[in-house]
């Protein structure tokens, strides 16, 4: 399998696409649309820019636009001081105010933009004066503490997946903390087989190879193994994608995108609507980095498996509230009154046959079938009763597993 275009941005044929339509709806002049594009063609070659940031420069120099009282060839010092301002304050098209990070993003893109058209003689805005504009400092932390998922969330998140497939997913991206964009490109030759769970490598996004140790990852990601070829008719391995859609072809974001809202609404139901409201995949990798900082791991290994190098997101993605900072000093100073919670998100063991790859959310051992909860056990009692009274009810049972397995299998 080839590789393929996961987020729709990153189409080559997009930034001029956008580019028409806005001009179709009178948002953009053909002049400045050809601007743009000169723009963006100059700074491509001279940036080495990805499809990806070439169609951010377009959609921000579209929004900016609405911002500015005139079109961008006809830009004076006032309209480019009032276009900043404006920023400052600015809506969304929704009637919501204007993220800081936002806010940061426009006005840097229109220094940039500016300091260009006056370079090229387009538009008579005296340099100084574009310098002299302070970009506002993006936010490093976009997430609290409270945001961050617990691995009790991961439970009720893998609770909700429908089959196999979608387990080994919400599995992988937690365990890996990896970007979306990694599970979507991910192959089964990037996996590999440890002693205790798995490895995943990859340098998707920054071209800095990963090497993620994922110990959990794998109990659930085995029967996703043993389910793909009967689904896909194809082995997992090699170049095949390791998550397929129903149709046997590579995710794009608005598939995973279209799964988490399914995930969302079956938590609403069951009554997790906080859980519900926030849930997104990015925020897996968010969550997993944390606490892997509240367990205090090395910051050159957290960076290692979270960037592949020393990386300064590291500030923007550890979300540490008060309390784990308290741990940490009060620690190393020998008080240890507040016993910090151990992780459940973890391979379990069975007591049967002392299995040590044990899903966590397991009711029965994958290896001997022995009952691992009190409703699992209460489950089989009941059918060993019914059987006894009535055993024709084990072949009704066997009918109804048969269905069912061959319906979920039908709906991966």
Known sequence: MQDHIFHRRDEPEYAGSRLAQAFKKGRLTTKEVALIKDFLYERKAKKNLSNGRVALYVNHLIRIRDFLPGPYDAMTTGAFMQAISEIKTGKRLDGKRLSKSTIHDYILTLKVFSEWLTKKKIVDVPIEEIKEIKVPKAPLMTKTPDDMLTDEDIQKLIGVCANSKERALVACVFDGALRIEEAGYLRWRQIQKLKHGISISTDKKTGYPRYIPCPTAWTYLKTWKMDYPAVYGIPPEGDNFVFLTQKGVP????????????????????????????????????????????????????????????????????????????????????????????????????????????????????????????????????????????PLSLRKAVDQMVEEKLRKAQAI
């Open 251 to 390: 995710y794009q974001y608005t598939g995973f995108q279209y799964l988490m809202k399914k995930f969302s609404r079956k938590l609403r139901k069951q009554g997790d609507k906080v859980l519900a409201d926030k849930l997104h995949f990015h925020l897996l990798r968010h969550s997993k980095l944390t606490a892997y900082a509240k367990q205090n791991m090395n910051e050159s290994i957290l960076c290692k498996i979270g960037w592949g190098k020393r990386s300064s997101m590291v500030e923007r993605y550890i979300n540490l509230s008060q309390v784990d900072v308290e741990h940490a000093v009060m620690g190393i100073a020998g008080i240890k009154d507040m016993e910090v919670p151990k992780p459940i998100f973890v391979p379990g063991v069975c007591p049967h046959c002392l299995c040590k790859e044990v899903p966590p959310t397991a009711a029965y051992c994958p290896e001997c079938g022995s009952e691992l909860t009190e409703e699992a056990l209460a489950e089989t009692e009941k059918l060993v009763r019914s059987v006894r009274e009535n």
